[in-house]
C-alpha cells in the first residue's frame, strides 16, 4: 500500500475511533462525570411517537444506563428479597439480549433509595457493576456477552441509608470511593464502616492501589479527573470527612483536600474550568455549593452558594456558567467562576435525578415522573414537560443523538429520529 493510502487509512481509523467514542456514555452521567452531551434532535416536548421503544424492567430501581456501541446496560433489583439484576438492551429495539441475576442479601435502605441506586461503567471489554448490603460490597466484571470475568468482595457496607456509589474506568484502571458510616453509635452498636479509595486493573480484576480515607457519615460521590494549570492530572472525590480531595491517579494518594462541607455529600464532583465544585446537605435543608481551586500549590475555597443549592443533583458546568438544579425545583443560572447568580426560576416537582445538558438545553426527571426541558441560559425557558408514565429517581443517559429514561420499572428511548 502507498505510503498516502496508508495516511489515509490511519486518518479514516482515527476519525472512526473519535466519533464512536463520542457516541458511548461510560459512566453515571457520561464523559468524566459532566453530563453533557453533543446537541441532538430529541424533542423538549415529545409526543408518543418520538419514543422509539419502551420496555418493563425486571424488579425496580434507579441505576442509569451505560451505553457501549449498540449495547444499554444497566441494573435493577427486586425490592423484597435483594436479587440483582444486571441487563443488557439492544439500543436500537429494547429487546433484552441478556439478563444475569445475582443473589445479595436485603438490607436496610432509605425510603428513596433501591438495591439499584448504581450506575454500571463499561468499556471496550466489560461492564463494571457494584452493589452491597450489611455483609458484603460486590464489585464485578462481567464481558459484554454476560459472562463474569472476575468478582471481589469488599467486606461489609456500614451506612444509614444503603448503598449508592457508582465505579469508573480511568486508563487501565476500575476505581470506586468507598466512604461508609463512621459513627457507631448511630447504628446501635454496628462496627465502624471501613472508608476508601480503591483502585483495580479493569482486565484482571488485581488490586492496583487502595487508599484508607476518614470516615463520617456514607457519602455517594462519584470521581472524575482534573487537570490542574501545571498538568497535573487530579482524580476528584468528594465526601463528609475530607470535603473536595485530589488524588494522584496513578497511586492513590491524597494530594490536598478543603474541607467546605459540613454535611453529607451524595452528588458528584464537577469541573467548571479551573475550579472543582462538590455540595453537602441533608434532606432537611442547610444545603451548600462550594467551588475550590486547587492550584497554587494550596486549594482555596473561591465561592459558596446556600440558597437553593442541591443537595442530590449534581450540576452542569458550561461555558463559564453552572447550572444548579435545586431538590425542590428551582433551577438558578450562575457564573461558574464567581458563583453570582445570573438567573433563578422555580419550575416545581422534587428531584433526586441530575440535569444533563444536551446542546443547549437542560434535561432531568423529576420523582413524580415528568421529563422536564429548560433552556441552558440566564432565561431559563421551560421547554417541556412530559409525564413519563411512572415515578424516577435517575439520570438521563444519552448516545449517538438518542436519549435513555429510566423510571422505577421501565426503560424508554427517546429521539435521534
Known amino acids: 500500500m502507498s505510503t498516502s493510502r496508508l495516511l489515509l487509512a490511519a486518518l479514516v481509523l482515527a476519525v472512526t475511533t473519535s466519533s464512536l467514542s463520542a457516541q458511548q456514555w461510560t459512566r453515571f452521567r457520561g464523559p468524566n462525570g459532566s453530563g453533557i452531551a453533543p446537541a441532538a434532535d430529541i424533542p423538549s416536548a415529545p409526543q408518543p411517537s418520538d419514543f422509539n421503544w419502551k420496555v418493563k424492567l425486571p424488579g425496580l430501581g434507579h441505576s442509569s444506563p451505560s451505553i457501549w456501541g449498540n449495547r444499554v446496560f444497566l441494573m435493577s433489583a427486586d425490592p423484597d428479597s435483594g436479587l440483582r439484576y444486571v441487563l443488557c438492551l439492544d439500543a436500537q429495539t429494547g429487546k433484552t439480549i441478556w439478563q444475569k441475576e445475582f443473589a445479595a442479601g436485603a438490607s436496610h435502605l432509605h425510603s428513596k433509595s433501591s438495591y439499584a441506586s448504581c450506575s454500571p461503567a463499561v468499556d471496550d471489554m466489560h461492564l463494571y457493576v457494584a452493589w452491597a448490603d450489611d455483609e458484603q460490597t460486590i464489585l464485578m466484571a462481567l464481558n459484554h456477552d454476560g459472562e463474569t470475568s472476575w468478582r471481589i468482595d469488599l467486606g461489609p457496607w456500614v451506612s444509614q441509608h444503603g448503598f449508592g456509589t457508582s465505579p469508573i474506568v480511568l486508563d487501565d484502571k476500575v476505581i470506586i470511593s468507598l466512604m461508609q458510616l463512621g459513627d457507631e453509635g448511630k447504628l446501635r452498636g454496628r462496627p465502624i464502616g471501613k472508608s476508601r479509595l480503591v483502585a483495580f486493573d479493569r482486565k484482571t480484576g488485581e488490586r492496583v492501589w487502595e487508599v484508607e480515607r476518614e470516615s463520617d457519615v456514607a457519602a455517594y460521590s462519584v470521581p472524575c479527573l482534573y487537570e490542574g494549570k501545571d ?143 429548560v433552556s441552558a441560559d440566564t432565561n431559563l425557558e421551560v421547554l417541556g414537560e412530559t409525564s413519563l408514565g411512572e415515578g424516577s429517581e435517575s439520570t438521563p443517559s444519552i448516545s449517538d443523538g438518542v436519549m435513555y429514561l429510566r423510571t422505577y420499572s421501565h426503560l424508554m428511548s427517546l429521539g435521534g429520529k
Open 231 to 373: 498538568g497535573q492530572k487530579m482524580l476528584i472525590c468528594n465526601s463528609s470527612a475530607h470535603g473536595i480531595a485530589g488524588h494522584d491517579p496513578e497511586t492513590g494518594k491524597q494530594l490536598w483536600s478543603e474541607k467546605v462541607f459540613n454535611m453529607r455529600s451524595v452528588s458528584s464532583p464537577v469541573v467548571a474550568g479551573n475550579l472543582v465544585l462538590g455540595s453537602s446537605g441533608s434532606g432537611g435543608g442547610g444545603n451548600t455549593i462550594s467551588a475550590v481551586d486547587p492550584n497554587g500549590g494550596e486549594p482555596k475555597l473561591v465561592w459558596k452558594m446556600a440558597r437553593q443549592a442541591s443537595y442530590v443533583p449534581t450540576p452542569v458546568a458550561y461555558e463559564g456558567k453552572l447550572f444548579v438544579w435545586y431538590d425542590k425545583g428551582i433551577v438558578s443560572c450562575l457564573d461558574a467562576a464567581t458563583g453570582k447568580v445570573l438567573g433563578q426560576k422555580r419550575i416545581g416537582g422534587n428531584y433526586y435525578g441530575s440535569p444533563v445538558l444536551v446542546g443547549d438545553r437542560l434535561f432531568c426527571i423529576s420523582e413524580e415522573g415528568s421529563l422536564v426541558v
